[in-house]
C-alpha cells in the first residue's frame, strides 16, 4: 500500500488519522458565533480572516435554516463551516421540542442554560426525529461538518430518571451515538467532519476516536469570564484533549477573556499546544478577531 504524506490544513492541524505535528496553527484560527448575525445573515463571518467558522444550523436558532447558497458564500471566502447543534440537550425553543416532550425524551432541566433539558439521546425517537434530520440538513446546506454540543449529557443526566443506567453505561451510548452521527453522514460525504464539543474522556469509549475528525474544547484556560482556569478538572481536559491532539484530531479550543493581558494568554497557549483557538465572550453572538 502506498503511504500517504499527511497535510497541515489551514486551521492548523492534520487531516484525521495523521501524526500531530509541530508547526503552529495558521494565524487564522476559527470563528465561534451562533446568535446575533446581523440581518440574519453571515455577512459578518464570510468578512472575517478566520479559517474556520461555527454556526448555528438555523439563523433564528429555530426552523429558520442557512441555506445552500449562504453557506456557499462562506466557503468561498475559504473558510471550511460546521453547522452547531446538541445531541444530549434540547433548547425550549427548538422546533423539535415539543414532540421531544411529548414522546418522554426530556429528562433534567440544565441548570447551567435554564430554557435546555438533557434527553435520553439513545432513544431511537431521538436519531430519528432529530439528529438525523439535523444532520441531513447540514448536508444539504452545504456544511462541510457538524459540530455536536452536550455530549457531557451522560455526566448531567439525573440518574434517578433513567433507572438501570450508570454513568459507564451512559457515556458509551453517548460514543455510540456520535459514531452513528459520523457514519451517517460520512456515507454522503467522506469528507464531512464530525466534531463534539467538550468530554474529551469519551475517547475512552469504543469507537469515539474513529469516528471524531477533532474536537471543541471550551473554557481550557479562562472560565466564563477571564477566570484562570485553575480546578482539577482543568488540568484533566487538557491531558485529555492533548491525546486527541496527538491521535492527529483537530482541536478547536475557546475561551471566554476580555482582559487583553487573557486574550494574549490564550492565544500564547494555543500556539504552544498546537491548537486552532478564538478568545470571545460567551454568548456568542459576535466575530472577534483571531489571535495575532
Not at 66 to 76: C, G, H, L, N, Y
Request: negative net charge; contains cysteine; proline residues 6%.
Amino acid at each position: 500500500m502506498t503511504t500517504v504524506c499527511c497535510v497541515v490544513l489551514v486551521v492548523g492541524s492534520l487531516l484525521p488519522g495523521c501524526p500531530s505535528s509541530t508547526e503552529e496553527p495558521a494565524r487564522g484560527g476559527w470563528v465561534y458565533q451562533l446568535q446575533g448575525y446581523a440581518d440574519g445573515r453571515l455577512d459578518a463571518v464570510a468578512a472575517s480572516p478566520h479559517d474556520l467558522a461555527v454556526v448555528d444550523l438555523a439563523r433564528d436558532s429555530g426552523s429558520g435554516y442557512f441555506t445552500r447558497d449562504e453557506i456557499a458564500a462562506v466557503r468561498e471566502s475559504g473558510k471550511r463551516v460546521l453547522a452547531y447543534f446538541e445531541i444530549g440537550a434540547i433548547e425550549n425553543y427548538r422546533p423539535e421540542a415539543d414532540r421531544v416532550r411529548a414522546d418522554g425524551l426530556m429528562l433534567n432541566r440544565w441548570e447551567d442554560w435554564p430554557e435546555e433539558h438533557f434527553v435520553r439521546y439513545w432513544d431511537s425517537r431521538w436519531w430519528d426525529g432529530v439528529v438525523r434530520p439535523r444532520l441531513d440538513q447540514a448536508l444539504a446546506a452545504g456544511f462541510d461538518g457538524a459540530y455536536l454540543d452536550s455530549p457531557l449529557a451522560y455526566e448531567e443526566i439525573d440518574l434517578a430518571l433513567v433507572p438501570g443506567e450508570t454513568r459507564d453505561s451512559l457515556a458509551a451510548s453517548m460514543a455510540d451515538l456520535i459514531a452513528r452521527a459520523s457514519q451517517h453522514a460520512k456515507r454522503v460525504r467522506p469528507d464531512f467532519w464530525i466534531v463534539p464539543q467538550n468530554a474529551p474522556e469519551l475517547q475512552d469509549q469504543r469507537g469515539y476516536t474513529e469516528a471524531v475528525d477533532g474536537i471543541g474544547m471550551e473554557e481550557l484556560f479562562f472560565l466564563a469570564t477571564d477566570e484562570p482556569c485553575t480546578a482539577d478538572f482543568c488540568a484533566e481536559n487538557l491531558a485529555a484533549t492533548r491525546r486527541l491532539r496527538d491521535a492527529g484530531k483537530v482541536v478547536l479550543a475557546v475561551d471566554y477573556a476580555t482582559s487583553p493581558s487573557h486574550v494574549e494568554g490564550a492565544c500564547r497557549r494555543y500556539r504552544e499546544e498546537r491548537f486552532t483557538g478564538y478568545v470571545t465572550t460567551q454568548p456568542l453572538d459576535r466575530v472577534d478577531p483571531p489571535c495575532s
